[in-house]
């Protein structure tokens, strides 16, 4: 009887430990925040200044995946966040980021909005923050078809062997033939000269699969960025996104002829060498400079 009575309590200890860690977790909200050279993102909104023109640009379209977000400590020991599986913004370990709303320029957008990943965490003091700019390669290739949202996106999807856009601005410019009405069209689709507009959609290349419609087993430029800040407190600030960093050293007026508006991750486009530098990748013969797309404030 003793023995019995030994083992109820040791059982009833274990499962009270047990709960104990189940609830021993912290929720946490990682607030981003999209801007054109420190300004707000807004649709209808025009920015100055922009690229090596000094232009103005009207975006109309700013979205972004985000994977495997991550909490560091002191050390730079890192915690998985277990994102909240909404499947309407999260999946798994990947969050969409959308900060168009479908009005104006907009229109070929959503009007629902998300500007932040949510989760949780093991209690505990973290000091830092670690995520990727992308979507994991075993979820990249799927058929968005099929898939749940946020993956269901068609708009941020390309093909089956290039797989998901991880980012896709898109803009016109006061220096655009699109802007002052007398454009000659080539900029559609693979621009010459002046350009229709400009855009940023970031997203593997070189993906070597048997057809276009079958999912790749590699792809030789991933293009994924992997982003780290050893002081980020969610409680207090927020990740900044600016694409207006990201276009200082490119001109967002003039195409490079036989390309597609603006640089979409392609190789030999001569408008994606300034481009992807500031994102912090590699490109071509370029080597990967400091990213400058994201800050912490």
């Given at each position: 009887m003793k023995h019995v009575i030994k083992l109820i309590a040791v059982?009833?200890?274990?499962?009270?430990?047990?709960?104990?860690?189940?609830?021993?977790?912290?929720?946490?909200?990682?607030?981003?925040s999209a801007q054109v050279n420190g300004q707000p993102?807004?649709?209808?909104q025009s920015y100055k200044d922009i690229g090596t023109t000094k232009s103005t640009i009207t975006p109309s379209d700013f979205r972004f995946f985000v994977s495997e977000v991550e909490l560091l400590d002191a050390q730079g020991r890192a915690t998985p966040v277990a994102l909240t599986q909404d499947k309407t913004w999260q999946l798994e370990n990947i969050a969409l980021l959308d900060f168009e709303n479908g009005t104006g320029p907009?229109?070929?957008?959503?009007?629902?909005?998300?500007?932040?990943?949510?989760?949780?965490?093991?209690?505990?003091k973290y000091t830092g923050i670690r995520f990727t700019l992308g979507v994991p390669f075993n979820l990249n290739h799927v058929d968005p078809t099929t898939a749940p949202a946020p993956l269901s996106s068609t708009a941020m999807f390309w093909t089956w062997q290039g797989g998901y856009k991880f980012l896709k601005v898109d803009m016109t410019s006061s220096g655009s033939t699109a802007a002052h009405g007398h454009g000659t069209g080539q900029g559609?689709?693979?621009?010459?000269?002046?350009?229709?507009?400009?855009?940023?959609?970031?997203?593997?290349?070189?993906?070597?699969?048997?057809?276009?419609?079958a999912a790749?087993?590699?792809?030789?430029?991933?293009?994924?960025?992997?982003?780290?800040?050893?002081?980020?407190?969610?409680?207090?600030?927020?990740?900044?996104?600016?694409?207006?960093?990201?276009?200082?050293?490119?001109n967002v007026d003039v195409n490079a002829p036989g390309t597609s508006p603006g640089c979409m991750s392609f190789l030999k486009d001569a408008d994606c060498p300034p481009v992807m530098a500031?994102?912090?990748l590699p490109y071509e013969s370029h080597a990967a400079s400091p990213q400058r797309f994201f800050s912490v404030k």
């Open positions: 059982v009833g200890l274990s499962g009270t430990m047990v709960m104990s860690a189940a609830q021993a977790q912290q929720t946490v909200e990682v607030k981003f993102f807004s649709c209808g907009c229109r070929n957008g959503t009007v629902p909005t998300n500007t932040s990943v949510r989760g949780t965490v093991p209690s505990g559609g689709g693979h621009g010459g000269g002046a350009a229709s507009g400009f855009s940023v959609h970031l997203g593997s290349t070189m993906c070597a699969s048997p057809s276009k419609t790749p087993t590699a792809c030789a430029n991933p293009n994924r960025l992997t982003v780290s800040f050893a002081q980020f407190d969610p409680s207090s600030q927020m990740v900044v996104a600016d694409i207006g960093a990201v276009l200082t050293g490119a500031a994102m912090g």
